[in-house]
């Protein structure tokens, strides 16, 4: 069993940044990939950034190419969500999950755990 719980979210402007982490309890967090999604209101679930269960490896939507990146460090059972330049389509609710999977899914019903959301809000 995991419990993750994010953090970090809040209002910014436009091309401004946030770190947002996902803590994770239990002993066992480095078994699992983990995933970055968001959910705007009327909208989909949609993936955002994974990261494999080691760090080794990173995914990134088209969206987040290039202004987003994932991190963990397996010591703290933490994922962090480094996100730059950000623009008011990013606003949304964004959720960290985990799963015991091969590889990092973009689809959230891989995912067996997830964290409570925390709001990002983009705007002047």
């Known amino acids: 069993q995991v419990q993750l719980v994010e953090s970090g979210g809040g209002l910014v402007q436009p091309g401004g940044s946030l770190r947002l982490s996902c803590r994770a309890s239990?002993?066992?967090?480095?078994?699992?990939?983990v995933g970055w999604f968001r959910q705007a209101p009327g909208l989909e679930r949609e993936f955002v950034a994974g990261?494999?269960?080691?760090?080794?490896?990173?995914d990134n939507a088209d969206s987040a190419k290039g202004r987003f990146a994932v991190s963990r460090d397996n010591t703290k059972s933490t994922v962090y969500l480094h996100m730059n330049s950000l623009k008011p389509e990013d606003t949304a609710v964004y959720y960290c999950?985990?799963?015991?999977?091969?590889?990092?899914?973009?689809?959230?019903?891989?995912?067996?755990?997830w964290g409570q959301g925390t709001q990002v809000t983009v705007s002047s």
């Open positions: 999950a985990a799963g015991d999977i091969v590889d990092i899914s973009h689809r959230h019903t891989q995912y067996t755990y």
């Open positions: 990261i494999s269960r080691g760090g080794g490896s990173t």
């Open positions: 239990g002993r066992t967090f480095n078994k699992y990939n």
